[in-house]
């Protein structure tokens, strides 16, 4: 399969253990952000998304925080399986000329390891 | 719906040579997308269409780079002429409104030589 081989940071976790992914954004006016999931070979795949009008959003197995006082989001895991083994882009909605405009940051790369 | 398509998935050509990328977006969708993903760069948003219409191309690297919307069913991404540094792996995304997630292609992994 395809592969870009990112230098990326990367966190290595023990099955079953919870992960927990860090992303910084830089725009203060963004009212919307995604975190992605990208496999080998595929491309980005959405996970979950959340508003600027919240601090917390879950899903199965994943939550989504956001702060926007210092500008940062985070993406929890729990009990991360090795299927989760992946690189994950936080993504954040830029309003260019009042269009939508997704911009990523550079990605963490997660290793599960049995 | 089969999701974005893009095609080809693998494209080799040499130096000086004319490519184009091509892609179908999901059918309903506004919003078209063309990304680069390169290992010094990352995802790197070229340019992106609203309702066929090109809203902003400030991330196309260069003249050599264009993109077009014919229709609201296919963009293509062409390079003309190729570089070795034009070599990574190409996205087309769509999304379905100004606010929302959008939905990646598999990809094109161009190698120029």
């Known amino acids: 399969g395809e592969s870009v081989g990112l230098h990326l940071p990367t966190l290595s976790v023990q099955e079953g253990d919870n992960s927990i992914i860090n992303c910084a954004y830089s725009n203060s006016a963004s009212d919307y952000f995604i975190w992605y999931k990208q496999e080998s070979g595929k491309g980005p795949q959405f996970i979950i998304d959340?508003?600027?009008?919240?601090d917390k959003r879950q899903g199965q197995r994943v939550t989504v925080l956001l702060n926007k006082t210092v500008k940062h989001l985070s993406l929890q895991i729990a009990a991360t399986q090795p299927g989760d083994s992946a690189v994950y882009f936080c993504?954040?909605?830029?309003?260019?000329?009042?269009?939508?405009?997704?911009?990523f940051g550079a990605g963490t790369r997660l290793a599960v390891h049995p | 719906d089969a999701g974005v398509i893009q095609s080809p998935r693998h494209e080799v050509t040499e130096m000086g040579q004319e490519v184009t990328l091509r892609c179908k977006p999901i059918s309903g969708h506004d919003y078209l997308f063309w990304y680069r993903q390169t290992m010094m760069r990352g995802l790197e948003l070229l340019i992106y269409f609203n309702n066929n219409v090109p809203i902003d191309d400030s991330g196309m690297p260069e003249d050599r780079f264009s993109a077009k919307m014919p229709n609201a069913s296919f963009s293509t991404l062409k390079i003309q002429p190729s570089e070795p540094r034009d070599s990574a792996v190409y996205f087309c995304?769509?999304?379905?409104?100004?606010?929302?997630?959008?939905?990646f292609g598999q990809g094109t992994r161009l190698t120029v030589v």
């Open positions: 995304a769509s999304s379905p409104g100004r606010v929302g997630e959008a939905f």
């Open positions: 959340i508003r600027s009008n919240m």
């Open positions: 993504a954040e909605n830029g309003i260019s000329g009042g269009y939508n405009k997704l911009i």
